[in-house]
């Protein structure tokens, strides 16, 4: 069974970082899901692709809000999927999720590719 964990969310004022980490059950990138991502949804609006990138490496792909600022990353020894936040504005307040999944290249940046998705962990840029 896939569980999907985040943590790391908090308050931070603009300017500063967070990273967020994404704790997968053991054979979540082995036996269900090829791909790992990062969405965000603010109350009332849709929900955002962040980032993703295929569990054995390669392309990278980011949002354009978050283009040169965010950076996704996993450890495979621990199945852990990361989200480097850095430079953080007001507007990146919101709640963040990871997800997982089969997606294929067209599809990488659709929530709709992803049947797997953790709890959320809430991220509040503000001074």
């Known amino acids: 069974q896939v569980q999907l964990v985040e943590s790391g969310g908090g308050l931070v004022q603009p300017g500063g970082s967070l990273k967020l980490s994404c704790a997968a059950s053991r054979d979540t990138f082995g036996a269900y899901a090829g791909a790992y991502a990062w969405f965000r949804q603010v109350p009332g609006k849709e929900r955002e692709f962040v980032a993703a990138?295929?569990?054995?490496?390669?392309?990278?792909y980011y949002g354009d809000s978050v283009k040169g600022r965010f950076s996704i990353s996993r450890d495979t020894a621990i199945s852990t999927i990361y989200l480097q936040m850095n430079n953080l504005r007001p507007e990146d307040t919101a709640v963040y999720y990871c997800?997982?999944?089969?997606?294929?290249?067209?599809?990488?940046?659709?929530?709709?590719?992803?049947?797997?998705w953790g709890q959320g962990t809430q991220v509040t840029v503000s001074s």
């Open positions: 997800a997982a999944g089969r997606p294929i290249t067209s599809t990488i940046t659709t929530q709709s590719a992803y049947p797997y």
């Open positions: 990138r295929r569990w054995s490496g390669g392309t990278t």
